[in-house]
DNA sequence: CCTACCGATCGGTAGG
DNA sequence: CCTACCGATCGGTAGG
């Protein structure tokens, strides 16, 4: 049987990584301070390099543990062998959904993990990658119009921006929800999308 | 006359603004040195206080000059006098354009402003509420729908998603630039709009 | 698992 | 008496 670590263990650490995670949204990485996470936590700042090397490894372990839940929530949808309207409506929602309780993580996700070193932000960054392309598939499968103009992967990140850019303006005591936002989302981007690729090449618009 | 500030001063003190905004984007405003900056300027550290108070001045300078710029540009359109499709379709291009030459002074705007003091943080965000106003006003011309709804700072800011996280995956060396993302945003934006106006009030997709 | 510390580097300013 | 500007170092605090 496994000796050393205490049953308590992968508790604490759970604990401090959320902990942390709201630290480091609120406060900025290089500006939140292990001794504030510390007295946060309850513990010592000494006591936090038990559970984790240094703090650019509760970093890693905040951007790593999330990439690899949203990872779980892609693979769940795609067990559910929906039709492509109704699987792309599933993804935007399941998002949305767990948006809604892990705004800390995200926002870490996107203004921190700049500052892991190389190997360590390439495999946060690979994880992304996969997302991305488990999204533009199921774009291409309602329309694969945007595959033939190449256009699946920038439509993908296109509707990232749609659906992370919440962040910056959703407030949980504002009148609209994560939740109310994925059906607004999911109506502009499946006719928006269907929409372009039946558009020829030429702007659809003379801006000036 | 005008006596003491030396023609050279405005600038000068452009010219470490610019620099600011590039290392700032760069590494961070908290992990970014004053040190660094005067480096990367070709001038002393001290002689940087010469041109700013503290750092968290320059930080404010660069998000407000910003922000006016933008103010500008959505003035600009506005003079023009078009049509409700062409008008937006215009704010959006107008911002591509400028955005492909002010990555650094958005990224800092971003995910910096928070760094600043409340008073100047606030000054920074009414003027973004300007710009969101003024979008949001665009989109009720070609959709007064939406504002019947009372989604029309929702779709606003659902824009701003798709045209500011550009700034997370849009490479200065890749295939597509900013310029070419302009009508595609465009066209699913306004279609997906067109559709979501029409749409009642039950959600379009039943996800699960 | 705490108190007590370190090497280094931070933002900002002294004298000249 | 102003501005422009330097080498050296300040008090405090970061991560460890």
């Known amino acids: 049987m496994a000796r050393g670590k205490a049953p308590t263990f992968e508790l604490q650490r759970a604990a401090i990584l959320a902990e942390a995670a709201h630290l480091f949204a609120d406060k900025g990485f290089h500006n ?42 892609v693979a769940g949808v795609e067990e559910e062998g929906l039709e492509p309207d109704a699987h792309f409506a599933a993804l935007v929602m399941r998002f949305m959904e767990e948006y809604e309780h892990a705004q800390s993580q995200h926002m870490v996700l ?14 946060v ?35 990232f921006g749609m659906i992370n850019w919440t962040f910056t303006w959703l407030r949980a005591d504002g009148p609209l929800g994560f939740r109310d936002m994925a059906p607004v989302v999911t109506t502009i981007f499946l006719n928006g999308v269907k929409a372009l690729a039946h558009t020829n090449e030429k702007k659809t618009v003379a801006a000036h």
Chains 1, 2 share one sequence.
Do not use: N, T, W
Not at 39 to 66: M, N, T, W
Not at 132 to 140: D, H, Q, S, T
């Open 32 to 73: 939140a301070s292990m001794a504030e996470l510390a007295q946060a936590c309850g513990v010592s700042k000494p006591l936090l390099y038990h559970y984790y090397r240094d703090k650019e490894q509760i970093l890693f372990d905040i951007a790593d543990s999330y990439m690899d839940r949203l990872l779980e929530i």
């Open 110 to 123: 996107v203004q921190d993990v700049k500052f892991l070193k190389q190997d360590e932000a390439a495999r």
């Open 125 to 159: 960054r690979d994880k992304q990658r996969r997302v991305v392309a488990a999204f533009a598939e199921a774009i291409v499968r309602v329309e694969p119009g945007v595959k033939r103009r190449k256009l699946d992967k920038p439509v993908a990140m296109i509707l």
